[in-house]
């Protein structure tokens, strides 16, 4: 989490800070502490509203989904076993908390891409009802987030987040589909150092909105892979969620 008590951070943390304050992901000291920044720092309080304002108009584009009444059931069918063991019981817990934090670190990643989208031509308005896809992509060495990224399934838009921990990578990062049946699809290469957007062709579209994952190889400079076979390592990847 970024330091709300940083004296003098730059605007890039106070940004970020803002942002994981809209959220609620930060811990309860730590929004104390940014609650009584965004008090006394005007400037920091008007990012923290930003971040509100681009937060509620991106929930508002996704449609409500009512779920199947056998949910509900097979939830608790599973969670009842780890209620009577405690050990199992904290661990359940401890896995919840830290897939809501990952989710909420694509989901700040998504807004960020939303608010500041890359410097291309305005696309066409999305239509209504599309269906957000996010990842967040982590190393396969040590667990860092290395790339976020959300796929609109109407527009074909998909956005692209880097971390430095890819950007450091030697080679030519390219981002590959996992399809459910097995097998990768090749997107193409990535910039590993700057946040894009591109659009995706029909025939990539369609496997785009079914694939389960997605996972990044570092490939030679100058190379282009094959559509279906990484040449160099893959040391990335990330399961695709629905937002």
Request: hydrophobic share 45%; glycine share 10%; net charge negative.
């Amino acid at each position: 989490m970024t330091d709300p008590t940083t004296d003098d951070p730059g605007p890039d943390d106070a940004r970020a800070l803002a942002g994981e304050l809209a959220l609620r992901v930060l811990s309860p000291d730590e929004e104390r502490a940014a609650r009584a920044r965004e008090r006394s720092d005007p400037a920091f309080a008007a990012e923290v509203e930003a971040w509100n304002t681009h937060l509620a108009a991106f929930a508002a584009e996704v449609r409500g989904v009512e779920p199947s009444p056998l949910v509900w059931p097979r939830i608790q069918a599973a969670i009842e076993p780890a209620a009577n063991d405690n050990g199992r019981l904290g661990f359940w817990r401890g896995w919840a908390i830290g897939s809501t934090g990952l989710l909420a670190a694509s989901l700040v990643a998504v807004a960020v891409l939303i608010a500041r989208p890359a410097p291309v031509p305005e696309p066409a308005p999305a239509p209504a009802g599309g269906i957000t896809r996010v990842a967040t992509l982590t190393l396969s060495e040590g667990g860092a987030p290395a790339v976020t990224i959300a796929y609109d399934t109407v527009t074909g838009n998909l956005f692209i987040a880097p971390t430095t921990a890819i950007a450091a990578s030697a080679g030519v990062p390219h981002l590959w589909l996992v399809r459910p049946e097995g097998g990768v699809q090749l997107i193409g290469a990535i910039d590993g150092a700057e946040a894009s957007r591109r659009t995706l062709s029909e025939a990539l579209s369609g496997q785009a909105g079914t694939a389960t994952a997605v996972a990044i190889s570092l490939e030679a400079p100058g190379t282009t892979p094959p559509p279906t076979e990484p040449q160099g390592p893959v040391v990335a990847s990330g399961e695709l969620q629905q937002l």
